[in-house]
């Protein structure tokens, strides 16, 4: 039986570990497009799931993937420059990354685009807010409402920006864990 599920992830960690639950539950991602996760039913089977960013374009990425398919990790669906990838849980672990520093710039990859967006936004807001106190006049609703907009760009700029600290710090490597590697 398929089901379609829509949800939506900021978090590409959360997306990860709730793919997974559905996996332990016995639902098989058959794909995924714009939020919308189709599985099939079938249970009693497990499956694991990764999301992986690839560094890859062209020849190499389809190089990439066909590895992966040789080693028994199903590509379910490209989107957003993810791929969503899938392993039968008796296959063994989902491993992907075997050294520190591929870990790592992964872990950087995933939160990334918190400072992309937060960064812009808190330049904006703070170009606007100079413009706006150089040369319109502090007088009338215009005024304020101006003021507002440029405080909301910048508040929502450092939102991200704290956010995109905050995974990082939450999903990086312990310095304990990094020192094994080494």
């Given at each position: 039986?398929k089901?379609?599920?829509?949800?939506?992830?900021?978090?590409?960690?959360?997306e990860?570990?709730w793919l997974?639950?559905?996996?332990?539950n016995?639902?098989?991602?058959?794909?995924?497009y714009?939020?919308?996760?189709?599985?099939?039913d079938?249970?009693?089977?497990?499956y694991?799931?990764?999301?992986?960013?690839?560094?890859?374009?062209?020849?190499?990425?389809?190089?990439?993937?066909?590895?992966l398919?040789?080693?028994?990790?199903?590509?379910?669906a490209?989107?957003g420059?993810?791929?969503?990838l899938?392993?039968?849980?008796?296959?063994?672990?989902?491993?992907m990354?075997?050294?520190?520093?591929?870990?790592?710039?992964q872990?950087?990859?995933?939160?990334?685009?918190?400072?992309?967006i937060?960064?812009?936004?808190?330049?904006?807001?703070?170009?606007?807010?100079?413009?706006?106190?150089?040369?319109?006049?502090?007088?009338?609703?215009?005024f304020?409402?101006t003021?507002?907009?440029?405080?909301g760009?910048?508040?929502?700029?450092?939102?991200?920006?704290?956010?995109?600290?905050?995974?990082?710090?939450?999903?990086?490597m312990?310095?304990?864990?990094m020192?094994?590697?080494?």
């Amino acid at each position: 039986m398929k089901t379609t599920i829509k949800k939506t992830f900021i978090d590409v960690q959360k997306e990860e570990e709730w793919l997974n639950e559905q996996g332990q539950n016995g639902l098989m991602l058959i794909g995924y497009y714009g939020g919308k996760y189709e599985f099939e039913d079938v249970s009693p089977a497990k499956y694991q799931y990764k999301i992986d960013l690839l560094a890859y374009t062209g020849s190499k990425k389809k190089e990439y993937l066909a590895f992966l398919e040789q080693t028994g990790i199903s590509v379910v669906a490209e989107y957003g420059g993810r791929v969503y990838l899938r392993k039968n849980a008796a296959d063994g672990p989902l491993d992907m990354y075997t050294e520190r520093k591929e870990a790592a710039k992964q872990m950087g990859k995933r939160y990334s685009h918190f400072f992309a967006i937060g960064i812009p936004q808190l330049m904006l807001g703070i170009i606007m807010l100079v413009q706006t106190l150089y040369y319109v006049k502090p007088e009338g609703v215009p005024f304020y409402i101006t003021i507002v907009i440029d405080a909301g760009l910048m508040i929502s700029g450092i939102i991200f920006i704290i956010m995109g600290i905050q995974k990082h710090r939450k999903y990086a490597m312990p310095k304990e864990d990094m020192d094994i590697w080494e």
